[in-house]
C-alpha cells in the first residue's frame, strides 16, 4: 500500500475519548470510593459466611432460598433487556439505536457476572458449583438454569465484542495517547481490524448472526430462571404463565435499568450530546408498554389463584393483600407500576429526569416484586406446621408473648419461618450493587460507552477504501 | 439388735438368691404337624417347661420385624405358630425368624431367641437398571435430545460467530506504516514553502 494513499483513522469525538482518557474528577472517585466500600463490606461478609456456612444467613429449613435468590432474579431480569434491546433495534435497523447499544449490551454482561456470583453466594460451599457439573442431573431446572446462564453469559460476551472491534481498532490507532499495555492490548483485540470489505462482511454476518441468536437466548434464560420457581408445587410459583411472567418482567426491569444507566452515564461522563431526550423519550414509551403489560400479568397470576380459592393459595393470597406481606406488595405495586406510569405518560414528567426518575422506581419496585415472589411462598408451606404462636416465657406472661402481628408467620413453638435477612446478607447484596457498578465503570473507561463506528461507518468504508484492502 | 440382724440375714440372703435365678431361656426349631411347618418355640426354667407362658413370634422384614402371631405354652412348654412359607426370604428363601417372652417385667432383659430357617420363598433380585424417567437417576432420552439439541443449536450459532471473528483477523490488510498507524503520536514536519 504506498503511504500516500493511507489516512489517517476515523477520529473518535473529544467527549468520548475524554471518558478514556482522563482521570477520574471528584464525583468519579466518591462514587468509586461508595462502590469500593460496598465491595470490600461484602466481600468480608463472604469470607465470614465461608468461615460460618449458611448459618450465618437467614435462610433456614423453611427459606431454603432468600435474598441471594431475590438478587440473582433481579440482576438476570436486567441482563435480558440489555442485549434483547441491542438485538431487536440492530436486527430492525432504528437508526437512532447508535448510542444505546453499546450501553445496554454492557448492562447485560456485567448483571449476568453479578447474578452467577449471587448463585455461588447462596449455594454457601462455592465448590458446590463445581459439583453441580460433575454430578448434575439433566432433569433438573437448576442444570438448565446454569446451563442458560452460561449459554447466556457467552453469546453476551460475544455480541459485545463483535460490536466493538471496529472501535477497538479506532483505539488502536490513536497512537501513543493511551499507556503501551492499554494500547498492546486494543492492539490484539482489535484482530487486525481495518475496515476492508472482506473484513466489513465477516463482521456483518457474526453480527447479524449472533444478534438473532441472543434473543432466544434471553428469552430462555428468564424462562427457565421462572422454572426453577415453577417445576415446585408451591402456591404463587406453581403456574402455567410463570415463564411469559418472568420475562415479561425481565423486560420492563432490564429496559428501566437501561433508562437508568444512560442518565448516569448522560451525567457522569457529560454526554448529553449522545445521549439526547428523543432517545429518553422512546425508550420510556417503551417502558409504558412494558408497564402495561407487566400489570396485566400481575393480574392474571393472581386472579385464577384468588377465584378458585384453594388453601395454600388463598393463604398465600391473604399474606399478600392483607396480612404480613401487604406493605411490600402494595409498595411494589405503587412505586414499581402506578408511580412509573403516571410519570411516564403525564406530559409535565415526560422528559429526561422525569423518565429517569420512573425508572429507578421501577427499579425498586422490581427488587421488592422479587422479594414478594420468592418469600411469601415460602412462609406458606404445603405441609402442615405447629401454628402454636412462639412464646418466649410460659404463656401466663402476656408480655412475652409474640406479637398477634407476628403470629401469622410464626409457626410452632420455638420455630419462626419469618424471613428477615441478617447483616450478612445485606452486606453481600450491597457488594453485589458495588460490583455491578464498579464493572461497568471498567468497561466504560475501557470503551467508548458510546459505540463510535456503527455512526461512522461511511468513514471507516472510506478509510478501508483508501487503504486498497477491499475485496 | 438381734432382731435387726436376723432381718440383715433375711435380705441377704433375698439378694442372692435373686442374683443367683436364672432367667428362663427359649429355644425355637421348625416341625411338621398334619402334614404343614410349624415354628416351635419351648419355654424352660431351669430346665423345666414353664407352662401359661406367652411367647411372640417375628420374621425379620427389610424394615422391621413383622409379628407372626402369639401363643401361650402348653405344659411341655411349647408354643407353635404356621411357618410363613408365603414370605420371601434371602437368595435361599432363608427367613430370620424370632421368638420372644412376652409380658416380661418392664425392667427385666428380653428373653428372645433368633435363627435362620429354610422354608421361605426365594428371592429372585432382578437385575434390572433405573429406567429412564425424571426421577430416576437416567435422564429420559426425550430430555437429553432436547436438551442438546436446542444448546447444540445456539453453540453452533457461537462458534460460527468466533469463526467469523477469526476470518477477520485473517482478513486484515497489509500492515500500515508508522505513520498511518500512530497518526498522532508523529512530530509533525514543519512546513516548508516552496516558491512557484
Known sequence: MPASESVSAPSIPPELLATLQLPPNRLHRGMLLVFSLATLAGLIAYAHQLRAGLAATAMNNYFSWGIYIINFVFFIGISMAGSLISAVLRLTGAPWRHPITRLAEMVTVVALLIAGAMIIADMGRPDRFYFLFLYGRWQSPILWDVLSLTTYLTGSIIFLYASCVPDLALLRDQGRVFAPWRHRLYRVLALGWHGTAAQRERLRRATGTIAIVIIPVAVSIHTVTAWLFGMTLRPGWHSTIIGPDFVAGALYSGVAAVITLMWIVRHTFRLGQHLQADHFRRLGWLLVVLCATYAYFIVNENMAPGYTGDGSEEKLLFSLFHGAYAAKFWTMIGIGLVLPGALLLLPLTRNINGIAAASVFVNIGMWLKRYIIVVPTQSSPLLPVDLTPLTLSPPTSPALTVPSALASVVHGPGQTIAYVPTITEWAITAAAFGAFALIYYAFARFVPIVAVSEGEEPALAHHAASEGGGK | ?196
Open chain 2, 1 to 196: 439388735m438381734k432382731s435387726l440382724s436376723l432381718g440383715l440375714l433375711f435380705i441377704a440372703l433375698g439378694v442372692s438368691r435373686t442374683l443367683a435365678a436364672e432367667p428362663p431361656a427359649i429355644t425355637l426349631q421348625v416341625d411338621t404337624e398334619e402334614g404343614k411347618k410349624v415354628l416351635v418355640a419351648t419355654v424352660t426354667d431351669a430346665g423345666k417347661p414353664v407352662e401359661n407362658a406367652k411367647v411372640a413370634f417375628f420374621v425379620r422384614r427389610t424394615f422391621g420385624a413383622l409379628a407372626l402371631g402369639a401363643e401361650v405354652t402348653l405344659d411341655d412348654g411349647t408354643a407353635a405358630v404356621p411357618f410363613p412359607v408365603t414370605l420371601p426370604g434371602d437368595e435361599r428363601g432363608r427367613l430370620q425368624i424370632s421368638a420372644e417372652l412376652a409380658n416380661r417385667p418392664k425392667d427385666a432383659a428380653p428373653v428372645r431367641v433368633t435363627a435362620l430357617f429354610d422354608g421361605g420363598v426365594p428371592f429372585r433380585a432382578e437385575s434390572q437398571t433405573a429406567p429412564r424417567a425424571l426421577w430416576s437417576s437416567r435422564a429420559p432420552f426425550i430430555l437429553l435430545i432436547n436438551i442438546a439439541v436446542l444448546v447444540g443449536l445456539v453453540w453452533a450459532a457461537f462458534a460460527y460467530v468466533v469463526i467469523q471473528l477469526n476470518g477477520i483477523r485473517k482478513e486484515r490488510a497489509p500492515v500500515p506504516d508508522a505513520a498511518t498507524a500512530f497518526p498522532t503520536a508523529q512530530p509533525t514536519p514543519p512546513e516548508t514553502k516552496t516558491s512557484p
